[in-house]
């Protein structure tokens, strides 16, 4: 089903949750810490310090606050990243696979 805003397949849940990013760069695998600020069925927008480039694997790492759901872990891959006007990098991810 597609929702009138923005034209998404599924809703958009807002959030505020920090996560830790598996970064693979081909030479090495870098942690980076981030937050999530929107979290769907089939993506997140995630805040960093510093540009990941589009098409890049990001392990995405996102403890329960509580401890009464599971972790989320999901193999992620950058769609889109832009600098805003803080400094920070939105960097937009599509999940390719979940655990």
């Avoid at 599924?10 to 970064?23: G, P, S, Y």
């Avoid at 769907?40 to 990001?58: F, H, K, R, T, W």
């Avoid at 006007?85 to 960097?91: E, R």
Wanted: charged residues 25%; proline residues 3%; negative net charge.
């Amino acid at each position: 089903m597609l929702y009138d805003d923005e034209q998404r397949s599924f809703r958009r849940m807002m959030v505020e949750a920090n996560a830790t990013l598996e970064i693979d760069t081909g030479s090495e695998v870098l942690k980076v810490d981030a937050l999530c600020k929107d979290l769907s069925a089939n993506g997140m927008q995630l805040y960093v310090e510093e540009a990941v480039d589009p098409g890049v694997c990001i392990t995405v790492h996102i403890q329960s606050a509580t401890g009464s759901v599971p972790p989320l872990k999901a193999l992620t891959r950058v769609v889109r990243c832009s600098q805003e006007d803080d400094g920070q990098y939105c960097v937009g991810v599509e999940m390719v696979d979940v655990n």
